[in-house]
């Protein structure tokens, strides 16, 4: 049942994923314990990683703090994946089944490692969602790319990589 709560987008989630509607707070809730779930699998979820989301959503929704201390307080490590990733849905036009499996893996390699078996976890994920094998490699390789465009800009600013 959901609270009837909403996450209002911001002008930066229009540009970034084209999202123009309020998400359903309890959909949201799903969709970060899916990934904290598998940005987890290798047994933790560290500080970096679960950074990284934060910083996301606070880019992406007006006023999220209530709903990054609600992911703060879930338990992450006894959800059930395939459960989650089936009460997940939007009716904004965005394929969220990549989207969330390329924050996934953003957020599983915010630690400057993406472990196997968070790999894994993304392959289990996309698998339950119905995502090709090929889209996950494509979606590993523009996480990997965005990396790599991210310390080439940095060092031609000349600053710390």
Same mark, same amino acid.
């Given at each position: 049942?959901?609270?009837?709560?909403?996450?209002?987008?911001?002008?930066?989630?229009?540009?970034?994923y084209n999202i123009t509607q309020p998400v359903d707070f309890d959909v949201a809730v799903n969709y970060g314990v899916?990934?904290?779930?598998?940005?987890?699998? &290798?047994? #933790?979820?560290?500080?970096?990683?679960?950074?990284?989301?934060?910083?996301?959503? *606070?880019?992406?929704? !007006?006023? $999220?703090?209530?709903?990054?201390?609600?992911?703060?307080?879930?338990?992450?490590?006894?959800?059930?994946?395939e459960e989650l990733l089936k009460g997940i849905s939007y009716s904004f036009p965005l394929n969220f089944k990549r989207?969330?499996?390329?924050?996934?893996?953003?957020?599983?390699?915010?630690?400057?490692?993406?472990? &196997?078996? #968070?790999?894994?976890?993304?392959?289990?994920?996309?698998?339950?969602?119905?995502? *090709?094998?090929?889209? !996950?490699? $494509?979606?590993?390789?523009?996480?990997?790319?965005?990396?790599?465009?991210?310390?080439?800009?940095?060092?031609?600013?000349?600053?710390?990589?």
């Open positions: 049942m959901s609270s009837g709560k909403a996450l209002q987008p911001t002008q930066y989630a229009k540009h970034r899916a990934l904290m779930a598998i940005a987890g699998a &290798d047994g #933790e979820l560290v500080e970096a990683e679960f950074q990284w989301y934060v910083d996301e959503q *606070e880019l992406l929704m !007006v006023d $999220s703090q209530e709903y990054i201390e609600t992911l703060r307080k879930s338990d992450w490590k006894s959800a059930k994946l989207s969330m499996l390329y924050q996934a893996i953003k957020m599983s390699r915010a630690d400057g490692s993406y472990h &196997d078996k #968070e790999k894994a976890a993304v392959a289990k994920a996309a698998e339950i969602l119905g995502i *090709e094998h090929s889209v !996950v490699v $494509s979606l590993e390789s523009v996480a990997e790319l965005e990396a790599a465009t991210e310390r080439l800009r940095l060092a031609l600013f000349e600053t710390e990589v």
